[in-house]
């Protein structure tokens, strides 16, 4: 069974830094040959897309417009991990922060099939 757990989140003030973890693990999951995405989900809204990652060494990388020159996703296959690195932090990033999976790239939750629990992030004006 593929678990995906998330780590890093906290309270940070407006214009600091996060780094948030996954750690992936699971008897038949291969994490290489997975595509790796963050999503964040806010009170009240519905979860939306932040960043994936593509599943080769190297990585080719997609952000939403909202994130765009602020977050940094990578990943590190020989540990089954992927980060997000998360600067200058606004009150409007505040959210449940959730990891994924999938075979292949996108940018819409019902594209990926293996969720973490997620880490909540919260960002003070």
């Known amino acids: 069974q593929v678990q995906l757990v998330e780590s890093g989140g906290g309270l940070a003030q407006a214009g600091g830094s996060l780094r948030l973890s996954c750690a992936a693990s699971?008897?038949?999951?291969?994490?290489?040959?997975?595509?790796m995405g963050w999503f964040r989900q806010a009170p009240g809204k519905e979860r939306e897309f932040v960043a994936t990652?593509?599943?080769?060494?190297?990585?080719?990388?997609d952000y939403a417009d909202s994130v765009k020159g602020r977050f940094t996703i990578s990943r590190d296959n020989a540990k089954n991990t992927v980060y997000l690195q998360m600067n200058s932090l606004k009150p409007d990033d505040t959210a449940v922060y959730y990891c994924?999976?999938?075979?292949?790239?996108?940018?819409?939750?019902?594209?990926?099939?293996?969720w973490g629990q997620g880490t909540q992030v919260t960002v003070s004006s």
């Open positions: 994924a999976a999938n075979y292949k790239n996108g940018r819409l939750p019902t594209d990926y099939g293996y």
């Open positions: 699971g008897r038949t999951f291969i994490f290489s040959r997975y595509v």
């Open positions: 990652i593509s599943s080769w060494s190297g990585g080719l990388t």
